[in-house]
């Protein structure tokens, strides 16, 4: 099964304002678009996904992630990120009815694209499926096959509300790159040991990270 990745990224000025006690606010925008650039590069080069949509209205990250090869999807509903995810994926489904979409977190910058395959090539045998983050609370990944809504419920503890609806739990061992998303400094250093991609490489190299 090939799938369409729907990704949300809210305005890179408002991203990322947990990673305050690691980053100033002159600093936060340029790491939530270099985690966005290293995952949409690696979801592209996964075998098991078709086309990426990215799901913002930031003029920035609409460039950068275009010439990536990423396809944008305007945030119309502005009402936050399942509303997102909702209009990203019938956005997706308008063109192509028969599409397999999977909802992606924009800030999984040690990504690896054959770790997602597996993550995914996993959900193809369920309607819809999930995969819980590293802390074991949120959601990383949302699945729906072909005939299924995504029907997201991202936000706090979001792995018991997409169980609760239904979605069944991936419990697969060996793909880290998939779970590891960035929201505080403790995340960072996490994923910098897992190994990150070139621009989150780039954009951390000057940063003094508590606890390296």
């Known amino acids: ?29 340029g790491l939530a678009l270099a985690f966005a650039q290293d ?23 609409t460039r950068e992630l275009t010439a990536l090869g990423a396809r944008i999807v305007p945030d119309e509903p502005r009402a936050g990120l399942n509303a997102a995810l909702t209009h990203g994926a019938a956005a997706v ?13 924009a800030d999984l910058p040690a990504l690896r694209p054959l770790e997602l395959a597996r993550v995914l090539d996993t959900a193809a045998e369920f309607p819809r499926a999930f995969l819980a983050d590293a802390a074991a ?34 419990c697969l061992a060996g793909v880290d790159s998939v779970r590891q998303d960035v929201d505080t400094g403790e995340d960072l250093r996490a994923a910098l040991a897992l190994g990150v991609g070139p621009r989150t490489a780039a954009a951390t190299a000057g940063l003094l990270i508590r606890g390296q």
């Not at 489904?93 to 977190?105: D, G, I, T």
């Open 93 to 105: 489904r308008a063109q192509h009815p028969e599409s397999a979409v999977a909802a992606l977190n």
């Open 137 to 170: 609370i949120g959601t990383t990944l949302l699945s729906a096959g072909r005939g299924h809504e995504l029907r997201p419920a991202f936000g706090t503890d979001s792995r018991a509300r997409h169980r609760a609806s239904g979605a069944v739990e991936l």
């Open 39 to 61: 995952t949409v590069s690696a979801a592209l080069a996964c075998p098991a996904v078709a086309d990426v949509a990215v799901v913002t209205d930031d003029p920035l990250a």
């Open 1 to 29: 099964m090939q799938w369409t990745l729907v990704i949300p990224l809210k305005p890179l000025a408002r991203a990322k304002s947990r990673l305050s006690d690691t980053a100033s606010d002159g600093l936060r925008p």
